[in-house]
């Protein structure tokens, strides 16, 4: 495969990414065991190797140093170690492996159909030794040397889910007219950072890390609960319904965030003034300060470890912690006449236990107040023209102060975000094989998150808390079939969707914001910030 990020930066031929993907292979196995004619154990395993080895095209050396041309964002000579997409830098083996097994055990009667078992789930994600030719690029402007960029290659980091694990206890029982599916399952989940080397690079030494655990550790028991009625006994009408709760999916995300060698600051640009046009920068690059040719560094935490971001342990150990989501449907099926048949049911899904990112380093009183003028335009509806507040910016004493901890949302306020909705839909048979079904729908999912963390403006008004109109996911839908001769058959169909959601976004300058802000905005008179409109879901394409 060739990564040519074609559409995102020019590159010359060279300067592309060569990936050979081997070996990869799945293995799989299972077993089945009729005990008696109601008893059945099954079990089964699978194991996938999957390995990426990311190289440089033939023919470009390791030695060969990436260019970029500043004057027109040309890169060229060997590819480029860009901190917005790492997979552009060559290296050794990336490795996703993972293996999974399951076990259950059946017995099956005239009104039972009882089940017990359980999946486990391990896997890693090791990213190997990830380099950049010499572990510098260099910027030139119209073929002169300006600046270079150091790189504290090769990268190296390990994180790996220890346990996934599911047990799982259900039961599908028929009494008379009436059939009820229930279980009940325990999650668990466990996974961590390994203790790993990162080598040694060109300007940065060796680092040495510990091992983390718990990262996640996970506990969750979650019911499920479904019946089936048939009203009348006759198989013609049937009210349906059932409630069950999901758990969030993880593996080693919360670990590759917190994994200390993925917080390594992994570049660092210096002005290069290269004198004796030797295209050589003559200077130490070992010293992060100014000398000779070079500059000084523009991030003096170059190739150490800077960790801005943290997880509370209140959220990444204990039970009933992870991310869920719950559904529920109520319906009624019911023979109109032969050959037509109605269905309406109600959907609601909710979710809970959110998230959020604390920055431990400002509070809201950190924040000041302002408004923009709206620029008149007929696109904007009602909300042209006028003035809009709710808006903050950060003092500029604590401007460019982090220290990010993503802790429970709850602590801060309620969080909810509902879905609701309601179908109503048929099924008929008509003439000598035709069928015409469709029905009409609608649903909104009302969300808010009206509690602030840092910035009020997570608070602002129309923003937080959104209930769309019912009219926004409202649809009529319908469709009809009839078999032709020779096996030739006609169709139609006629949809009525609702537009989609219209968002606008206004780029204020600091002009603009610094009479009302009542100074500068905190990133400097030359700073812009980009605010939105128009309130979610309340201006919709027709």
């Known amino acids: 495969s060739c990564l040519c990020f074609q559409g995102v930066e020019a590159r010359a031929p060279e300067a592309s990414i060569h990936f050979k993907y081997a070996p990869i292979f799945l293995m799989t196995g299972t077993y089945t065991y009729p005990r ?10 699978a194991y996938m190797h999957n390995m990426t080895q990311p190289g440089l095209i033939p023919g470009v050396k390791s030695t060969d140093i990436s260019v970029t041309e500043l004057s027109t964002g040309v890169v060229y000579n060997s590819p480029p170690g860009s901190a917005a997409s790492i997979v552009s830098m060559m290296g050794n083996d990336v490795y996703y492996g993972q293996h999974n097994e399951r076990f259950s055990m059946s017995y099956v009667t005239g009104s039972h159909a009882f089940k017990v078992g359980a999946t486990t789930h391990q896997g890693v994600a090791n990213f190997g030794s990830v380099f950049t030719n010499e572990a510098i690029n260099y910027g030139f402007r119209f073929g002169v040397p ?12 390990e994180q790996s889910e220890k ?20 279980g009940i399952r325990y999650d668990y989940i466990n996974s961590y950072v390994p203790a790993q080397v990162r080598p040694a690079t060109k300007y940065v030494p060796e ?26 006994g006759n198989g013609k009408t049937a009210v349906k319904g059932f409630v069950s709760r999901y758990v969030g999916a993880q593996g080693v995300g919360i670990a590759s965030a917190v994994n200390p060698a993925n917080a390594i600051v992994l570049a660092a640009t210096r002005t290069w003034s290269d004198a004796n046009a030797n295209f050589v920068p003559d200077c130490d690059l070992t010293n992060n300060l100014a000398n000779a040719e070079c500059g000084a560094l523009n991030d003096r935490a170059f190739g150490t470890v800077r960790t801005v971001r943290r997880y509370d342990p209140e959220l990444t150990n204990g039970f009933g912690v992870r991310d869920y989501t719950w559904q529920a449907s109520a319906s009624m099926q019911h023979e109109l006449r032969p050959g037509l048949g109605l269905n309406v049911a109600y959907f609601r899904t909710w979710f ?11 509070t809201s009183a950190d924040y000041d107040p302002y408004c923009i003028n709206i620029p008149a335009d007929a696109r904007l509806g009602e909300f042209g023209g006028k003035q809009a507040c709710g808006f903050f910016d950060i003092k500029p ?6 220290d990010l901890l993503v802790t429970q949302a709850q602590k801060f306020g309620k969080q909810t975000e509902i879905y609701n909705g309601l179908d109503v839909t048929f099924s008929a048979k008509f003439g000598k ?17 009206c509690y602030v963390v840092d910035s009020p403006e997570q608070a602002r008004d129309g923003f937080c808390d959104v209930t769309p109109p019912w009219s926004a996911q409202s649809q009529v839908k319908l469709a009809a079939i009839y078999p032709l001769k020779a096996g030739f058959q006609a169709s139609a169909n006629l949809q009525n969707m609702p537009g989609f959601p219209i968002t606008s976004t206004y780029v204020a300058t600091n002009a603009e914001v610094a009479p009302s802000l009542g100074r500068n905005l905190a990133a400097g008179a030359a700073a812009t910030v980009t605010v939105p409109l128009i309130p979610n879901n309340t201006m919709f394409e027709k």
């Open 36 to 45: 008696t004619n109601k008893v059945l154990f099954e079990a089964g395993t």
């Open 146 to 157: 300006i600046q270079l960029t150091q790189w504290a290659t090769p990268a190296h980091s």
């Open 163 to 182: 346990l996934n694990l599911g047990l799982y206890v259900q039961d599908q029982w028929t009494l008379r007219r009436l059939t009820l599916n229930i």
């Open 207 to 232: 680092f040495r890390f510990s091992k983390i655990e718990n990262l996640p550790n996970w506990k969750d028991i979650s019911p499920r609960l479904g019946a089936a009625y048939d009203v009348f």
């Open 352 to 362: 809970g236990n959110f998230t959020t990112t604390d920055n431990l380093a400002v």
């Open 397 to 402: 004493a604590k401007f460019g102060q982090n």
């Open 433 to 449: 094989g035709g069928l015409l079904q469709g029905g009409f729908g609608t649903g909104r999912t009302v969300t808010n998150n």
